[in-house]
């Protein structure tokens, strides 16, 4: 609150002085408005009766002269006229004209030296205070023919100038005042909401979110690092060897991916809601592989699981962009559904890859079938899932694990989208030899898509030298055997084989009898 207050006094401050300075800036600017249109009105005054004046002036015609001077006063801001002749000598004059500004005062600034040509009589004009205030004073010569015939003095009442320089300034004391309160206000509300929004966002980079991504934190968030580095250093005895945790896992991401945010792309999701007959909804944790493998990532990294909603009340729990917090209750990480069409899942998933390629991959006695309208819908899945994909994604480099081989074609379309992207694809299943493989009328375009990872793992080895070989024989590629990679153009994809299992459970090999007594 006392930082508030400073900067309110401080604001108040800055203002007073932008109003003083305004203030007086007005104030002169109007003022000169103010005499620049009095002598305008002036000379169109005299302008307009410059004619009668010299006629009356040639013929002598005093009466003529006060009754055109006459007319000049009535406007309501000419206080008096008088005209005066060559000599100095008043020859006609309204009524209460001021005898400060007599001819022979006003001769002195109008009239050249004697004997000069009329050309040299010039127009004078004066700022000046009477006893009722301010007044404006122009002497204008009248030449006819090159002959001086004399000059008007012009006194214009300079009252309603005070009164509106008054005004002006009034209004613009309330307005600036208005403006400052309204400033003051709607400033410490936006400093307070961006206090209350940095502040949440320098705490959620002291707990690893890896959606943090404001440029002022950029050196911090260096200088975080390499503290985690040199704190990472004294764990690293008790981590290397121990087993795998999420504490482990969570310190792993952050050091070496940075806290990046992860994007998991699978058909299967890790939480689907049922309705049930008594018109419940009921959350199920399908028993899979694939989720048991990586929602502790999820759980460590708090990315995206974008998956296919195929739950009968999966619409009914998400937002209004089709997203989820889960696991429910602890709600780490965030679950995005993508719905499919009854066309589109019986061609995609029941057809190509159930009838097509889980068949061939597994050299089973099942013969594979493959229909083109099958091919559409998965090369249409594909896409509708990388376009999620790059919806939910906040940066240009991003950590993208694609899973199973429903998304043979996905790792390419991410890599024309988000060239900088780290793709991770596995292949859940077998990838079977080049003549076997070569069954599948796409599989040149299933080995380029997939060729779009950064890094491609398989189960085994031979199943990483069977795709190496396959992309060898029917692509355009390089095989660098030394590093194990595949090489298409400039761009590299590491193959790599990272066997799944489930743990051991060590307790039974404590607590269990010998072999001999279980015999």
């Known amino acids: 609150m006392k930082t508030g207050i400073r900067f309110f006094l401080a604001l108040v401050t800055g203002l007073g002085v932008l109003i003083g300075v305004a203030w007086f800036v007005v104030g002169q600017t109007t003022r000169d408005w103010f005499e620049r249109d009095i002598a305008l009105r002036a000379d169109l005054a005299i302008s307009g009766a410059r004619r009668a004046l010299v006629a009356d002036l040639r013929q002598q015609d005093l009466r003529g002269l006060r009754g055109l001077l006459a007319d000049i006063a009535r406007d309501e801001r000419v206080?008096?006229?008088?005209?005066?002749?060559?000599?100095?000598?008043?020859?006609?004059?309204?009524?209460?004209?001021?005898?400060?500004?007599?001819?022979?005062?006003?001769?002195?600034?109008?009239?050249?030296?004697?004997?000069?040509?009329?050309?040299?009589?010039?127009?004078?004009?004066?700022?000046?205070?009477?006893?009722?205030?301010?007044?404006?004073?122009?002497?204008?010569?009248?030449?006819?023919?090159?002959?001086?015939?004399?000059?008007?003095?012009?006194?214009?009442?300079?009252?309603?100038?005070?009164?509106?320089?008054?005004?002006?300034?009034?209004?613009?004391?309330?307005?600036?005042?208005?403006?400052?309160?309204?400033?003051?206000?709607?400033?410490?509300?936006?400093?307070?909401?961006?206090?209350?929004?940095?502040?949440?966002?320098?705490?959620?980079?002291?707990?690893?979110?890896?959606?943090?991504?404001?440029?002022?934190?950029?050196?911090?968030?260096?200088?975080?690092?390499?503290?985690?580095?040199?704190?990472?250093?004294?764990?690293?005895?008790?981590?290397?060897?121990?087993?795998?945790?999420?504490?482990?896992?969570?310190?792993?991401?952050?050091?070496?991916?940075?806290?990046?945010?992860?994007?998991?792309?699978?058909?299967?999701?890790?939480?689907?809601?049922?309705?049930?007959?008594?018109?419940?909804?009921?959350?199920?944790?399908?028993?899979?592989?694939?989720?048991?493998?990586?929602?502790?990532?999820?759980?460590?990294?708090?990315?995206?699981?974008?998956?296919?909603?195929?739950?009968?009340?999966?619409?009914?729990?998400?937002?209004?962009?089709?997203?989820?917090?889960?696991?429910?209750?602890?709600?780490?990480?965030?679950?995005?559904?993508?719905?499919?069409?009854?066309?589109?899942?019986?061609?995609?998933?029941?057809?190509?890859?159930n009838e097509g390629l889980w068949p061939l991959c597994h050299v089973s006695h099942t013969r594979p079938t493959f229909r083109i309208e099958d091919w559409q819908h998965y090369r249409q899945v594909n896409q509708k899932f990388v376009q999620a994909v790059c919806e939910e994604v906040d940066t240009d480099d991003p950590v993208i694990l694609v899973q199973d081989y429903h998304f043979a074609l996905a790792p390419r379309l991410l890599r024309e989208r988000l060239p900088r992207a780290t793709i991770l694809t596995f292949w859940h299943i077998p990838w079977p030899n080049a003549e076997q493989i070569s069954i599948c009328p796409w599989h040149t375009e299933l080995i380029e898509g997939l060729l779009g990872s950064s890094i491609l793992g398989f189960h085994t080895r031979l199943h990483c030298n069977n795709f190496m070989y396959a992309a060898d024989r029917f692509l355009e590629a390089r095989l660098d055997r030394e590093d194990i990679a595949i090489v298409q153009g400039e761009h590299r994809t590491l193959v790599r084989d990272y066997p799944i299992s489930v743990e051991w459970p060590h307790h039974w090999v404590q607590t269990a009898a010998p072999v001999t007594e279980c015999r």
């Open 79 to 353: 206080l008096a006229v008088a005209v005066c002749a060559p000599a100095l000598k008043p020859l006609a004059a309204t009524p209460g004209f001021p005898e400060t500004f007599s001819c022979d005062r006003m001769g002195s600034h109008v009239r050249p030296a004697a004997g000069a040509a009329a050309e040299h009589w010039t127009v004078w004009r004066a700022m000046d205070e009477l006893p009722g205030g301010p007044v404006h004073v122009s002497a204008i010569p009248l030449i006819d023919n090159g002959a001086a015939l004399g000059f008007v003095v012009l006194v214009h009442d300079l009252s309603f100038v005070a009164r509106r320089e008054a005004s002006t300034q009034r209004f613009l004391l309330l307005a600036f005042v208005v403006l400052a309160a309204m400033a003051s206000i709607m400033t410490l509300v936006a400093v307070r909401l961006s206090w209350h929004g940095w502040s949440n966002a320098l705490r959620r980079l002291a707990l690893g979110d890896g959606n943090t991504r404001r440029r002022e934190f950029v050196p911090l968030l260096k200088d975080l690092r390499e503290l985690l580095d040199r704190l990472a250093t004294e764990e690293q005895a008790d981590l290397r060897g121990g087993i795998w945790t999420p504490e482990r896992l969570k310190l792993t991401l952050q050091r070496h991916l940075h806290g990046e945010r992860l994007v998991v792309v699978a058909n299967r999701e890790p939480y689907i809601h049922d309705r049930e007959p008594d018109g419940t909804v009921r959350v199920r944790h399908p028993a899979s592989g694939l989720v048991s493998a990586l929602e502790p990532v999820m759980r460590a990294c708090s990315g995206v699981w974008v998956a296919h909603g195929a739950g009968s009340a999966d619409r009914e729990t998400v937002d209004a962009h089709d997203h989820l917090r889960v696991p429910p209750g602890e709600e780490s990480y965030a679950l995005r559904r993508i719905w499919l069409s009854a066309e589109e899942e019986k061609g995609y998933y029941y057809g190509f890859s």
